[in-house]
Each structure stands twice: as C-alpha cells, then as structure tokens.
C-alpha cells in the first residue's frame, strides 16, 4: 500500500500528482459527494484559483474533523459521564456494585457486538444511512435509561445504547480510511484523540456537576440531548465517503468470508489483538477507577472527576507528541513499542504499590502511576489502528468493526474481574492491567513482529 504522507481528499483538492490508478479515484471522486456534502467539482484546483481550493480543502479537512471527533467522544462521554454517579446508583437501586458495574459491562458488550454488524454494512450501504439510524436509536435507548427503574431494566437499555452507539465508532474509523493513507492516517487518528480526549475530561466534571443538582437519571437527559445534538450535526454535514464503485454487493456470507480473510492475515490480527489489550488495561482503570479513588481513598465525586480529567489530558497530551512529533520521524512500530512498555511498566507499578509492597500508601503515588498507564495510551492506541488499517483498503468498515470488537469485548471481559475482590482493595485492577499489558506486548511481539518489513 503506498505511504503517501498525504490525504487523498488533500490530493483530490490540490493535485498531487499520484499513479495512474490514484489519477483515475480522483477522477472518480470529481463526480462524487465529499465527506462535507460538496460536489468535489466545487473545489478542484484551476490554474487562477489555487489559494481558493486550498482553502477549501482546510475547511473540509477541519470540519470532518470536528464531525468526526465528536462521534469518537460520544462513547468516552457515555461511560465517563456515569462514572461519578455508580455509587449513588447501587444505593438507589437498591442493587450491589457488581450489578451495577454490568451497565458498564452491557454497554461495552453492545458496542463490541455491535460494530459487527455496522461495520459490513457501511461497506455495503455505505457510512451515512447506517450511521443516522445508528444515532437515531441511540438517543431512544439513552431516553429509556433515564427513567429505568431497575438495575435489569438499566443493563438491558445500556446494551441496547452499546449497539446503538457502536455506529459511531466503526463508521468514524472508516470514514479516516475513506479518506487517508500512511502516516497521515496516523496523524489524524491523533488529532481525534485531541478531540476525543477532551470528552474524559470534562465528561467526569460535568456529571459530578450534575450529581449537584439532580441525581443519576439527570446524567442519561444529558447524553440524550447531545445525541440528539450530533445526530442533527451528522445528517447536516457528515456526507457519503465510500463511492458506490467501492461497496460490497455480497450479504452475510461475504462479509463472514471477509472477516474471515482479514483475521488470516497475521500482522492485522497481532496489532488488532494488542491494541485490544492495552485498551482491556485502560478499561479496567475506567471500571474500577470510582471505587478506587472514592471508597478505598475518600475522596468525593469532584476529586475523582478532577484526576479523572488529569490523567486524560495525559492521554491527549502524548497522543498529540505522536501526531505532531514522532510520525515521519520514528517508525509507528518504534512507537507503539515504547507506549506498549510504558504502560506495562506502569501496571507493574500500580501492582506493587495496592499490594502493599510499598507499605501503606496514599492517594497520590496511585495517582501518578495511573497517569502514567493512560498517557501511555496516547502512543498505543492511535499507532495500533493505523498499522491495522493500512492493510485493509478493500474492507475498511469490516476491518474496523474487527478493530473495535475486539476491544469492546475483551474490556467487557476485564471490567467485571476488576472488582472480584470487593470494593475494599485494588489490586485486582492492578493484576488486570498486569496480565493485559504484558499479554499485549507478547503478541505484539510474536505476531506484528515489528523488526520485519510486513507492509502489505
């Protein structure tokens, strides 16, 4: 595949000259909707015009951006936004902590489960009608969960607000591989964890603040409404990127047999599996994290939303160090292979400290080593779903909902573990993110192989 370090909406804009076969899709593309809704003809370059094509090729480039960065957040800002309210939860529905953390667990299941469904069908029917519906029922789902009365009737509605949202998630991804190539992929999944970041950070904030003024239910209004916000804000802006040439015509048996050749393929399986493991690492932290920080520490709701929102700018933070500085410069593999043994580093920390290896400790050392473990993040996650989505040209919506799959369900899987133990102690979460991390890094290993030319 070639590395380009270049957009093909930038080359469709500015004319870059590419091969033959690159000359012929944008051509292509001259006759079909961008991703922002104008006729590409609008803004092909002429030869009085440059400044103005370039100008607008920005002002696409930006605001599928924006669109696109806020589907990514909406999952983050979906389950972040409830973090400080579990435990008002278990004491208003009368239920333990492990039910309660189900609805955690549901609604991961739902967006892994999910996505799997999405993903071949946009590569069908293309991004759009599947996203609007997708968006649609989740704002449905959202609604319902605000007036659950009972924790089954929760676990129930947050799977189907899984399913719902997973279309955002597995349609942003392959509407980035629509559009982008090499390290510019890579930059821009970067950019979107800027974007998406942001949500973390003030996802805990705002939910402590709504704690304030109304109780848990208040939570799932909010998210009600910024669904119904972006759903508005995709079906204005967010246009087809996958032209009709380039869908699949096959049904259920040729997106299996599609899954089936992506999972073949060694490398795209070693990077889907890591990345799914450190994200696993990242969960388990998420879960765990307002037992932690408030039942085992004290603190209140606004301390943990506080540190919650610290450790994402740590995450944003060295996700923008990898976009801005280390692509082109260092190799991605070279990358992720440090991010990879930061958080290993981390977690093997984390473990040693809740153990009481260290003797009794405070809030404060746990603090830095969990900033530590999700600033590292900023360097695995981006580099994992470039490296796996450069192979997957030909099947980039399937290819996603693989990518997403796998790291929804194996985080479904840590997130209950997490609290085996009881809300007294943190050294399962530790063991988890343990076991995850070195796992990642082994598979990393083993299967990408990264001192190996494997581009496909």
Sequence with gaps: MPDSGASRAQQE???IPTSSKG????????????????????????????????????????????????????????????????????????????????TLTACLTG????????GPMSDRWGRRTPLLIGMVVYVL?????????????????????GLAGAAGIVISRAVVRDLYDGDEMARFFSTLMLISGVAPVIAPVIGGQVLQFTDWRGIFVVLTVVGILLTLVVWKWLHETLPVSERHTGGVGDALRTMRGLLSDRVFTGYMIAGSLAFAALFAYVSASPFVVQEIYGASPQTFSLLFGVNS????????????????????????????????????????????VFGEVGLLPVAVGLFVLMSAMGLAMPNTNTQALMRTRHAAGSASALLGTSQFLIGAIASPLVGIAGEKTAVPMAVVQVVCALAAVVCFLALCRPWQDTRA
Excluded: W
């Design 13 to 15: 804009h500015e004319h």
């Design 141 to 161: 789902a959202t609604a319902i969960c605000a007036v659950a009365p009972t924790a089954e009737l929760l676990i129930g509605f947050r799977l189907l607000q």
């Design 111 to 118: 967006m892994a489960l999910g996505q799997l469904v999405v």
């Design 313 to 356: 700018i740590g995450l944003i933070a060295v996700g923008q160090i990898n976009g801005k500085l280390l692509v082109g410069r260092v190799s991605l593999d070279k990358a992720l292979g440090v991010g990879l043994a930061v958080i290993s580093v981390a977690a093997v920390a984390l473990l040693l400290m809740t153990s009481g």
């Design 23 to 102: 000359a012929a899709q944008s051509a292509t593309a001259t006759a079909t909707p961008t991703a922002v809704g104008a006729p590409a003809a609008s803004t092909t370059t002429t030869p009085g015009s440059p400044a103005t094509s370039t100008t607008t090729a920005r002002r696409a480039g930006l605001l599928v951006t924006l669109v696109l960065g806020g589907l990514t957040a909406l999952p983050p800002l979906s389950m972040d936004m409830y973090l400080p309210a579990l435990p008002e939860v278990t004491d208003a529905l009368h239920a333990p902590a492990s039910t309660v953390q189900l």
